[in-house]
């Protein structure tokens, strides 16, 4: 049984049981954003499994998990040990201590941050602080919509809105521009569809962003539900199941904050080291 499926599919790559119907428009009022456990509650109660265990020593080329929207290749080549951690949803303030041990660590890993979030004052140092420690910060919408459930207009202020401020967040922390907003992930895994789905290729195309899905779910945001929370022993579970070339799919929670130290080990154990994924190459 294949769990993963080329983007050209109709299901993209790891993702569809995220491609539920989700009600998530923005979140909340204020400036923090990120998915309520009611949003999450309804995803699940949808029908759709939400938890897709990964086989171990089954894999995905990381072309098939980034859709192009140019041909040429990513600069720089990753080493034959790398795997790329992608973390979500942020900045909110436990990204910080993410962000600590991290900096413990000699792994290197792609935020996708939401607009919303960059808006604070407080919230866009952490972001700053990311790409001066050598991590990359890519878009993630601004308000965290489900792009399947959202007009074409509304679509392309999501991404053009957070790439405006990825860009100011770029030029403060002297980033490189080359590296760093390369990519663009769907809330949810969610696809636009009809007209909307046409806007956001050619908004995508036009801001030069790759579509960046993941093959190893760590659903770690379960961890924080009030009903049924997800047991980290499974968590570090799905992410024993990483191996070379694998892209990871983690979140800027506190639950995940309070773990990630284990997590981090957990992926050196197993003789990786995560890169950003614009040190991708395709061979």
């Given at each position: 049984?294949?769990?993963?499926?080329?983007?050209?599919?109709?299901?993209?790559?790891?993702?569809?049981?995220?491609?539920?119907?989700?009600?998530?428009?923005?979140?909340?009022?204020?400036?923090?954003?990120?998915?309520?456990?009611?949003?999450?509650?309804?995803?699940?109660?949808?029908?759709?499994?939400?938890?897709?265990?990964?086989?171990?020593?089954?894999?995905?080329?990381?072309e098939s998990l980034l859709r192009r929207t140019w041909k040429e290749p990513l600069s720089g080549p990753s080493s034959s040990q790398s795997v790329y951690l992608t973390f979500d949803d942020g900045p909110l303030p436990c990204s910080s201590r993410i962000m600590d041990a991290?900096?413990?660590?000699?792994?290197?890993?792609?935020?996708?941050?939401?607009?919303?979030?960059?808006?604070?004052?407080?919230?866009?140092?952490?972001?700053?602080?990311?790409?001066?420690?050598?991590?990359?910060?890519?878009?993630?919408?601004?308000?965290?919509?489900?792009?399947?459930?959202?007009?074409?207009?509304?679509?392309?202020?999501?991404?053009?809105?957070?790439?405006?401020?990825?860009?100011?967040?770029?030029?403060?922390?002297?980033?490189?521009?080359?590296?760093?907003?390369?990519?663009?992930?769907f809330p949810y895994g969610a696809l636009a569809s009809g007209s909307a789905n046409e806007v956001c290729n050619r908004t995508l195309a036009a801001l030069d962003?790759?579509?960046?899905?993941?093959?190893?779910?760590?659903?770690?945001?379960?961890?924080?539900?009030?009903?049924?929370?997800?047991?980290?022993?499974?968590?570090?579970?799905?992410?024993?199941?990483?191996?070379?070339?694998?892209?990871?799919?983690?979140?800027?929670?506190?639950?995940?904050?309070?773990?990630?130290?284990?997590?981090?080990?957990?992926?050196?154990?197993?003789?990786?080291?995560?890169?950003?994924?614009?040190?991708?190459?395709?061979?």
């Open positions: 049984m294949k769990y993963l499926h080329r983007i050209e599919e109709k299901s993209p790559p790891g993702c569809s049981r995220r491609r539920f119907f989700a009600f998530a428009a923005a979140i909340g009022t204020g400036c923090l954003c990120q998915p309520s456990q009611l949003d999450r509650l309804l995803a699940l109660l949808s029908g759709r499994r939400d938890s897709i265990q990964p086989l171990c020593g089954e894999s995905a080329t990381v991290l900096d413990r660590t000699r792994h290197k890993v792609t935020f996708f941050v939401i607009g919303r979030n960059l808006a604070n004052a407080e919230l866009r140092k952490i972001a700053v602080r990311a790409i001066q420690a050598g991590h990359e910060i890519a878009n993630h919408s601004y308000s965290h919509p489900a792009f399947s459930s959202i007009s074409a207009k509304q679509a392309e202020k999501e991404i053009r809105s957070t790439h405006e401020l990825i860009q100011d967040v770029i030029a403060e922390a002297g980033g490189d521009p080359v590296t760093q907003d390369r990519f663009f992930r962003y790759q579509i960046a899905w993941w093959n190893v779910d760590t659903n770690d945001w379960q961890m924080e539900l009030w009903w049924n929370p997800r047991p980290f022993s499974r968590v570090l579970a799905s992410l024993k199941c990483a191996r070379v070339q694998d892209v990871v799919l983690m979140h800027d929670r506190v639950s995940t904050a309070r773990h990630v130290e284990d997590m981090l080990g957990c992926v050196q154990s197993l003789g990786l080291a995560s890169v950003p994924l614009s040190r991708y190459r395709r061979t």
